[in-house]
């Protein structure tokens, strides 16, 4: 029986299931609303235009607004939903007034954590995710001088560089000792710090943020922080992402301890006929149990297929994560799976370690890069259950492979016994992994 089922959220989560809805029963009627002008473009590209990798915005576009009419999705472009009536099951848009469903499901994704200091309202605080925002912030960055970032999260990270090599003074302000301290390890990280170094970024770590300071007509000046004042026109606002629940939650929808709306493994939500999807739900990490929000927008699109499938009369689940992670920082490329020392550390979880310093080809093939592998392993069974990586290329990889790896619950023994590629031009006779692993046995043996 086709269905009418309402989406609200225009990101990876909304048209992940918007796209699910219809694959479940192209029957399905499935409207989506955004607050934005645009839907299915990535986001993740905008710090590559401002940092001149990508040279337009345009390729950011990944479907055309006519391509959604004719794949049957009727989306509904600033269109700010201010209400849900689960009893009723209406949802009320600004300017259209009320809409029935048969089934809801809410992307509605994060909101950057207000910094919480004075000056947060003066011009020069960019805070990066909408692309047309971001077009007008590009012309504003051929004009800036200096500009500080605030955190080193995993957008600051890529901010900090873009802002680098668009040439502009950069400063990072971080409370944390490291960059990406809340889940990367300093080992890991000091490659990249050290590059940044070599590109000019000032990073002010241990360092917190306590005004932004404006001038008579309202621009940002300069930015106060624990260890003095920074002159900059901009400040890039990278701190924590945090549930936009707002409607769920006012809706009476359960949330969970980070504040993302509760789902099981089908996304449905606390109510009847109403799942929920990307940055505004928590997942369990597979290993732990422990709820994770914010993940990725790819995350973020498996789990919008999966509640769009659900929502639209299909059957998909969507299971514990193990969080593969990756990105581009100064000149290296960093990334794990599942969790790292620090992580480990911090949550009281024991671990043995295998480090190694491989390379990514042949060593006399032209282009090879040093790649860092570091393999966490329970004690005694020697269960890989984390990664992390800094090297020049193939990280990605890695780490996709390595949360399959922790996922099926391979050991040390398995990974020093693994097979792996040799080519000169793509691969290393010594894979770096199997190294990391050998050394963590051999470190064991030795005691
Ligand atoms: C600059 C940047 C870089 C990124 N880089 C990466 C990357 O490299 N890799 C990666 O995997 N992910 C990346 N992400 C993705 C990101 O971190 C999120 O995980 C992802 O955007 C979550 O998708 P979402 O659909 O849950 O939420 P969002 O992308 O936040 O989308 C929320 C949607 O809900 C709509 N909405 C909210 N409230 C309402 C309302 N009341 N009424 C109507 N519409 C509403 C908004 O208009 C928007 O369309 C990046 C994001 C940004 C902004």
């Known amino acids: ?166 040439g502009i003074e950069t400063h990072l302000i971080d409370p944390g000792p490291w960059a990406l301290s809340e889940m990367a390890d300093p080992d890991i990280m000091a490659p990249v710090e050290e590059s940044w170094r070599e590109l000019g970024v000032k990073a002010h770590f241990n360092t917190t943020l306590k005004e932004f300071v404006g001038d008579t007509h309202g621009a940002l000046r300069s930015v106060t922080t624990s260890d003095g004042e920074i002159q900059a026109d901009l400040a890039v606002v990278c701190t924590h992402k945090e549930p936009n629940n707002a409607l769920g939650v006012a809706a009476g929808l359960k949330v969970g301890s980070t504040g993302g709306l509760s789902v099981d493994e089908r996304m449905a939500t606390s109510a009847p006929g109403v799942y929920a999807a990307g940055d505004c739900t928590e997942i369990p990490h597979g290993l732990t149990g422990v709820p994770l929000q914010g993940l990725t927008g790819s995350h973020a699109y498996a789990q919008g297929k999966t509640a769009g499938v659900n929502a639209g009369g299909g059957e998909r689940t969507y299971s514990a994560v193990y969080v593969p992670w990756g990105t581009a920082a100064g000149k290296w490329i960093i990334g794990g799976a599942s969790f790292g020392e620090t992580t480990a550390t911090a949550l009281g979880i024991p671990y043995v370690v295998g480090n190694a310093q491989g390379i990514s080809r042949a060593r006399y093939y032209p282009g090879v890069k040093p790649v860092k592998v570091k393999l966490l392993a329970e004690p005694g069974s020697l269960r890989l259950i984390g990664a992390q990586m800094v090297g020049g290329e193939g990280i990605k990889e890695r780490a996709d492979f390595l949360a399959m790896a922790v996922k099926f619950g391979f050991t040390l023994n398995d990974l020093a016994r693994m097979e792996n590629v040799y080519s000169p031009a793509i691969g290393a006779l010594n894979e770096p992994i199997v190294v990391a692993a050998q050394n963590g046995l051999d470190g064991l043996r030795k005691g």
Not at 16 to 34: L, S
Not at 113 to 127: E, F, I, R
């Open 1 to 166: 029986m086709a269905r009418r089922v309402v989406v609200v959220g225009g990101g990876a989560a909304g048209m992940g299931a918007a796209g699910g809805v219809k694959a479940a029963d192209p029957r399905n009627e499935v409207i989506v609303y955004t607050g934005f002008d645009d839907v299915a473009y990535s986001p993740c590209g905008i710090p590559y235009v401002h940092g001149r990798e990508i040279d337009n915005f345009q390729s950011l576009f990944l479907a055309s607004k006519q391509a959604y009419v004719d794949a049957g999705i009727d989306v509904h472009y600033n269109a700010d939903v201010t209400a849900v009536d689960i009893a009723r099951k209406v949802i009320r848009v600004a300017g259209e007034g009320e809409v029935s469903w048969d089934r809801l499901v809410l992307g509605t994704g994060f909101n950057y954590a207000d910094p919480g200091v004075p000056g947060g309202d003066l011009s020069g605080l960019y805070y990066v995710k909408n692309i047309r925002e971001a077009i007008e912030w590009d012309k504003v960055l051929d004009t800036v001088k200096s500009a500080v970032v605030v955190q080193a999260s995993p957008l600051g990270v890529e901010m900090v560089t873009a802002l680098a090599h668009r």
